[in-house]
């Protein structure tokens, strides 16, 4: 009796974004139920396999690395062509998938929940806040959030304070020129219209 069981191949093939900077590699396989933003290579040794592994292939060139559902999104060095890098890291990838290498591990979003509670402590809202900050974060939720992240992208609040809601751009949205004016005619329009207590949306710069 043979037990191979056959699996299904590895696809890969990119897709642009709105950033000139970032390129997304997608598979045909699910990598992560969530989204993992990897901008500095401690974090990516720290929390992720596949993530550090890019890292330290392509390490001349890769920025950051954000993962998500089925794809990678890779942020590039600004004095290197995608023209040139491109094909090596999708060969990369491809085969970092293909020999299971873990993508991300248990425990990463709580771990950075908590990372972003310690650092805003500013998140005990007056009972008035805290009914603002609910409408925010719903908003953001349901309407930004699936818009940003057709594009590659993703989007996370983190903070309100006297009308201004901070938050913070992932993905191809981080560093992104087209990002700025999404954030301010598309997300800060919305909500102040929907809110009338918002003055003001800002990125969260890093």
Same mark, same amino acid.
């Given at each position: @009796?043979? #037990?191979?069981?056959?699996?299904?191949?590895? @696809?890969?093939?990119?897709?642009?974004?709105?950033?000139?900077?970032?390129?997304?590699?997608? $598979?045909? =396989?699910?990598?992560?139920?969530?989204?993992?933003? &990897?901008?500095?290579?401690? +974090? %990516?040794?720290?929390?992720?396999?596949?993530? *550090?592994?890019?890292?330290?292939?392509?390490? %001349?060139?890769?920025?950051?690395? &954000?993962?998500? $559902? #089925?794809?990678?999104?890779?942020?590039?060095? !600004?004095?290197?062509?995608?023209?040139?890098? @491109?094909?090596?890291?999708?060969?990369?990838?491809?085969?970092?998938?293909?020999?299971?290498?873990?993508?991300?591990?248990?425990? &990463?979003?709580?771990? @950075?929940?908590?990372? =972003?509670?310690?650092?805003?402590?500013?998140?005990?809202?007056?009972?008035?806040?805290?009914?603002?900050?609910?409408?925010?974060?719903? +908003?953001?939720?349901?309407?930004?959030?699936?818009?940003?992240?057709?594009?590659?992208?993703?989007?996370?609040? *983190?903070?309100?304070?006297?009308?201004?809601?901070?938050?913070?751009?992932?993905? %191809?949205?981080?560093?992104?020129?087209?990002? $700025?004016?999404? +954030?301010?005619?598309?997300?800060?329009?919305?909500?102040?219209?929907? !809110?009338?207590?918002?003055?003001?949306?800002? %990125?969260?710069?890093?």
């Amino acid at each position: @009796m043979s #037990n191979n069981i056959q699996k299904s191949p590895v @696809m890969l093939y990119t897709e642009q974004t709105p950033n000139p900077e970032t390129l997304k590699f997608v $598979t045909n =396989k699910m990598l992560y139920n969530g989204s993992a933003d &990897f901008r500095t290579k401690e +974090l %990516a040794e720290e929390w992720s396999p596949l993530a *550090k592994s890019i890292f330290d292939e392509h390490e %001349a060139y890769v920025k950051g690395v &954000f993962i998500s $559902t #089925n794809y990678v999104i890779i942020t590039k060095e !600004i004095n290197y062509s995608w023209q040139d890098i @491109m094909l090596p890291l999708k060969e990369f990838i491809k085969k970092q998938i293909e020999a299971e290498v873990p993508i991300v591990k248990e425990g &990463f979003t709580e771990a @950075m929940a908590a990372a =972003k509670e310690a650092h805003h402590e500013s998140g005990n809202y007056s009972d008035k806040d805290n009914e603002i900050v609910t409408k925010i974060k719903d +908003l953001i939720e349901t309407y930004v959030k699936p818009a940003v992240q057709a594009d590659g992208g993703n989007i996370e609040f *983190k903070d309100y304070h006297q009308g201004c809601v901070t938050v913070s751009m992932q993905g %191809a949205c981080s560093g992104c020129p087209s990002s $700025t004016i999404t +954030l301010k005619q598309g997300i800060e329009g919305m909500l102040k219209r929907m !809110i009338p207590e918002v003055q003001e949306v800002v %990125a969260e710069m890093d």
